[in-house]
């Protein structure tokens, strides 16, 4: 094969396979150069070739001991190369490691163009001779030196490159996930690869269609978490509201990273600093209650646990947590009061109780009583004495009176403070660590989607 052909096919062959890995060898200039290398590297054992006349002397000695398509064409320079590109990336001579994968495929894609020519290659070589043909028929294979021949393959080479462009560009899953266009495809492509991915969506809501492109935040078999320059929203497969007509993904540039913040006892100005304009899930609690807004309904609570909103707000509910205080100050002041007449009363009772025993006693020792009036004092006295009523003890309610003190305190010493955690989304990094935008923005993210407008503001979720 020509050197042209070597070059085109190469392209197409390394760019086929390492559209698996999600790499696209245009994406760089020394990616394309890695390519162009490699593709030619093993007709370095000849002097007609391209690399062959640039490093004539070494072409020269590699022919004239091992011949044309030996050496150079086996498995074993393959291993070498291999070996030699592993060792610079290790030791960070070559930082990217996709051009390791470039360079082997660019040669093994030399190989198979010289294994569908009459010839072959030797992939065994020194250790077998043979020459590894595809296919195995002579007359189904090229000819070397056949300029119609290698027009042909050389056009069919460059239509591939031209009609796989999307492919080199998306990747080999995310194109194969874009072709199927449901939920469960982008799901495997977003659980599926470290950079945010683009959702191309369309459904119909009461007869009317909506189709806009989303950044999916989450993902599960049947259901997508987006966020699109107007709001966080859900899209559910089993929705009888809505008709999916179709989800693609599209693979960005950008990582998916996070930041996990801890606070502990922080003010409702410092609470909504982490918030702002920021796409977050945590946990928030308060010492008082406060008030938040979700699904256009406002609730008010201590607690919150939450998930994937933008620019979250809670709003400080000062005097409501200072009426809830009043209301259980006053409480306790009830049950206290309740305690301390509840006593009052059995003492009262216990008192009565003994004067009435002492007076019956006093007048039994009267000498002037009858016998009827004598016999019926003592019947009243047998009376009381069979129903006995102890001295009340005073039980004093001191967990109630300790717990009224804290909340009087309370109305006065304990500002309103937050604790918790959140788990920030963050934005503006592509995949080489180069900064791109301010972090947390995600306007950058979707600018960079090919045909898709920068967002210029969002809406509170």
């Not at 200039?29 to 593709?39: D, F, N, T, W």
């Not at 109780?353 to 007048?363: A, F, Q, T, V």
């Amino acid at each position: 094969m020509s050197g042209a052909t070597h070059i085109v096919g190469g392209f197409v062959f390394a760019g086929t396979l390492c559209s698996f890995s999600d790499i696209n060898i245009f994406e760089k200039p020394e990616y394309i150069a890695v390519c162009v290398v490699c593709s030619l590297l093993p007709d370095i054992d000849t002097t007609k070739s391209w690399f062959g006349k640039l490093f004539y002397p070494v072409a020269w000695l590699i022919y004239h001991k091992f011949g044309h398509r030996t050496i150079t064409h086996s498995l074993l320079f393959f291993f070498a190369v291999w070996l030699l590109l592993f060792c610079l990336v290790e030791f960070s001579i070559i930082p990217d490691a996709n051009i390791v994968k470039i360079g082997l495929f660019s040669i093994l894609g030399h190989y198979v163009f010289d294994m569908i020519t009459v010839s072959g290659v030797p992939l065994f070589f020194p250790f077998l001779k043979w020459s590894c043909v595809i296919p195995g028929n002579p007359a189904y294979r090229f000819s070397t030196s056949n300029v119609k021949n290698e027009i042909i393959v050389c056009g069919i080479c460059g239509f591939l490159l031209l009609s796989l462009q999307p492919l080199f560009a998306q990747g080999f899953w995310n194109s194969y996930n874009r072709q199927f266009a449901t939920i469960r495809h982008v799901d495997r492509e977003n659980k599926n690869t470290e950079f945010y991915i683009i959702c191309e969506y369309s459904y119909v809501l009461n007869a009317e269609t909506i189709e806009g492109e989303a950044i999916v935040i989450d993902s599960k078999e049947d259901e997508l978490t987006l966020f699109d320059r107007r709001n966080i929203f859900v899209l559910n497969g089993s929705d009888p509201q809505i008709k999916i007509n179709h989800t693609r993904p599209r693979l960005s540039t950008i990582e998916k990273r996070f930041e996990e913040k801890q606070f502990y006892s922080i003010s409702y100005d410092s609470l909504q600093v982490l918030l702002s304009g920021k796409l977050s899930s945590g946990v928030i609690q308060s010492n008082k209650q406060f008030l938040y807004m979700e699904n256009a309904i406002t609730h008010r609570s201590d607690f919150l646990k939450f998930s994937n909103h933008f620019d979250f707000h809670v709003f400080a509910s000062a005097d409501s947590s200072r009426t809830a205080t009043r209301a259980n100050i006053a409480r306790l002041e009830a049950i206290i009061k309740q305690s301390n007449q509840k006593h009052h009363q059995d003492l009262t009772k216990w008192q009565a109780y003994i004067s009435e025993l002492d007076s019956i006693e006093k007048s039994l020792l009267k000498a002037d009583l009858s016998y009827y009036e004598k016999n019926k004092l003592q019947q009243q006295l047998i009376k009381l004495k069979n129903k006995p009523i102890e001295k009340p003890v005073f039980n004093s309610p001191d967990a109630q009176i300790a717990e009224l003190e804290v909340q009087r305190r309370s109305l006065i010493e304990t500002p309103l403070s937050f604790s918790g955690h959140l788990t920030v989304y963050t934005f503006g990094y592509d995949k080489d660590d180069n900064f791109v935008s301010p972090i947390y923005n995600p306007d950058v993210l979707l600018a960079q989607a090919s045909a898709f407008p920068i967002i210029q503001s969002f809406s509170n979720y």
